[in-house]
Nanobody
Framework: QVQLVESGGGLVQAGGSLRLSCTASVSIFSMGWYRQAPGKQRDLVASITTSGRTNYADSVKGRFTISRDNAKKTVYLQMNSLRPEDTGVYYC?????????WGQGTQVTVSS
């Protein structure tokens, strides 16, 4: 069974930084981070393939950086210049075959 384990959330003031990590139990071609704010749908924040191709939501471009260590099966999300609107539960995601897998989620709260 594929497992994704996240860490690194927390409470930070606006303008601060946080780094999220997600370690998978298997190697996954494309992994991403999604964010779900209270009362809103879960939206893609950033994704990265094993070859390093990245994709970002417009709202985080220039502030967030996604990276991965393929040997460790780990993907990272470095979040800088955080804003209150970045608050939400961040979920790690990866697809294996026809199945989609999610981490348990980690809370990020940005205070103004």
């Amino acid at each position: 069974q594929v497992q994704l384990v996240e860490s690194g959330g927390g409470l930070v003031q606006a303008g601060g930084s946080l780094r999220l990590s997600c370690t998978a139990s298997v190697s996954i071609f494309s992994m991403g981070w999604y964010r779900q704010a209270p009362g809103k749908q879960r939206d893609l924040v950033a994704s990265i393939t094993t070859s390093g191709r990245t994709n970002y939501a417009d709202s985080v471009k220039g502030r967030f950086t996604i990276s991965r260590d393929n040997a460790k099966k780990t993907v990272y999300l470095q979040m800088n210049s955080l804003r209150p609107e970045d608050t939400g539960v961040y979920y790690c995601n990866g697809g294996v075959g026809h199945s989609d897998y999610w981490g348990q989620g980690t809370q990020v709260t940005v205070s103004s």
